[in-house]
């Protein structure tokens, strides 16, 4: 079986403490069906990954058994972290084929009795949009996460939904699927659901959120004006959004950055844990 192989390679014992200790391959393994594990060999596994999050195991399991002959150039595989791996066949030197997940080499196939095993050069990559991010802030964190939240909106895709049938209305019925979009920040053109924008995001805390609202409304009385709660919340997840990726050297050589939504971030008075990226 699958499982069998990982435990009598040596060399795949760091995933496979993954696999254990996350769990994410015991359904797999209880209900019969074949399924599809990505490995990655301990040599090859960089000493920086954390490999503590079921999420980077999920990452590297697939819920079909993907053969050989189904490595189609361009192909998605739903992986079970519900991140689709896009399967690349590329011609090497000497004329010899190689095949990709992502942008991970497959070195060897194994067939096993439940399923395929693919070992890859390097972990696959599927990083989390920024939504993504905030939907599984802890409660620590709840008040920025609402702000982001609340402005979500959820929406019909026509294009990706099957009509199955027509109702006693003659509505046409779906099978339905929606997409979540958040205009406040589509108008920055700033994708809050890709995968792929390039941006650095400022996360503050309950405590900090509260500090920053308090001492604008201290400053605020001292020069006899008012704002409303709503303008002063706005203020701090518009100022912590940024579309480029920021480095520690940006934020020490910079008095200075720009959010997507034009607010000002001054290095020297607002301060980032720039240590704890």
């Known amino acids: 079986t699958v499982g069998e192989y990982i435990k009598s390679e040596a060399s795949m014992s760091t995933m496979q403490t993954l696999f254990d200790n996350t769990k994410v391959t015991e359904s797999l393994a209880d209900n019969g069906k074949l399924f599809t594990l990505l490995v990655v060999e301990n040599n090859d596994i960089a000493s920086s990954v ?6 980077i195991a999920q990452a590297h399991i697939s819920d079909i058994a993907i053969s050989p002959v189904n490595l189609i150039n361009g192909e998605k595989v739903l992986m079970q ?4 791996l896009s399967v690349f066949k590329v011609i090497e030197e000497g004329n010899t084929v190689s095949y990709y997940f992502n942008k991970s080499k497959v070195k060897k196939i194994i067939k096993a009795t439940d399923g395929y095993i693919y070992v890859l050069d390097s972990l696959v990559d599927t990083p989390k949009s920024l939504n993504e991010v905030i939907e599984n802030l802890t409660d620590d964190y709840s008040m920025f996460r609402d702000m982001i939240l609340s402005r979500n909106e959820r929406v019909f895709d026509k294009n ?11 509505s046409t019925v779906y099978d339905s699927v929606f997409v979540i979009t ?5 108008a920055q053109d700033f994708d809050l659901t890709s995968e792929a924008l390039n941006a650095t995001l400022l996360i503050p805390s309950n405590d900090v959120v509260k500090e920053a609202i308090s001492a604008a409304k201290k400053n605020l009385a001292t020069w006899e004006m008012q704002r ?6 706005n203020w701090v997840f ?7 990726e920021y480095s520690k050297t940006d934020f020490e050589s910079n008095i200075d950055l720009k959010s997507v939504f034009d607010k000002q971030w001054r290095t020297t008075v607002q301060q980032v844990d720039l240590d704890n990226p």
Do not use: C, M
């Open 238 to 244: 518009q100022a912590a959004f940024f579309n480029k």
């Open 81 to 84: 972290n519900s991140k689709y």
């Open 160 to 170: 990706a939904s099957i009509p199955t049938g027509v109702d006693e209305t003659g």
């Open 50 to 55: 954390d490999l503590n999050d079921a999420y």
């Open 182 to 186: 958040n205009p406040s920040f589509n």
């Open 228 to 233: 409303a709660d709503s303008i002063l919340e």
